[in-house]
């Protein structure tokens, strides 16, 4: 199996920044894209940005400029630098990863979650 650790979260006021990380171990052959998700009270998960393999990236509108995913995949971690935080940007920040295994072929993998909160 896959496990994907996510650390970085917190409180922190509007126009800080905040890192998440997040390191995927277990069985894996091959990792391929790489992203961070979202998701606010009553609100549908939403893709934040995702890296491919090759390190090609796209992100959401409302965190461009101010949001930088990056991947180290000699560590199988990838990363998320978030400055100009907005209380907007308040959600649950998972991780994911399109991960290839021997045993169960290709499929996505989650993080548990982790919480940002940005004050006003």
């Known amino acids: 199996q896959v496990q994907l650790v996510e650390s970085g979260g917190g409180l922190v006021q509007a126009g800080g920044s905040l890192r998440l990380s997040c390191a995927a171990s277990g069985n894996i052959f091959r990792i391929n894209d790489m992203g961070w998700y979202r998701q606010a009270p009553g609100k549908q998960r939403e893709l934040v940005a995702r890296i491919t393999s090759g390190g090609r990236t796209n992100y959401t509108d409302s965190v461009k400029g101010r949001f930088t995913i990056s991947r180290d995949n000699a560590k199988n971690s990838v990363y998320l630098q978030m400055n100009s935080l907005k209380p907007e940007d308040t959600s649950v920040y998972y991780c994911?990863?399109?991960?290839?295994?021997?045993?169960?072929?290709?499929?996505?993998?989650w993080g548990q979650g982790t919480q940002v909160t940005v004050s006003s």
């Open positions: 994911y990863a399109d991960v290839t295994t021997i045993i169960f072929g290709r499929r996505a993998y």
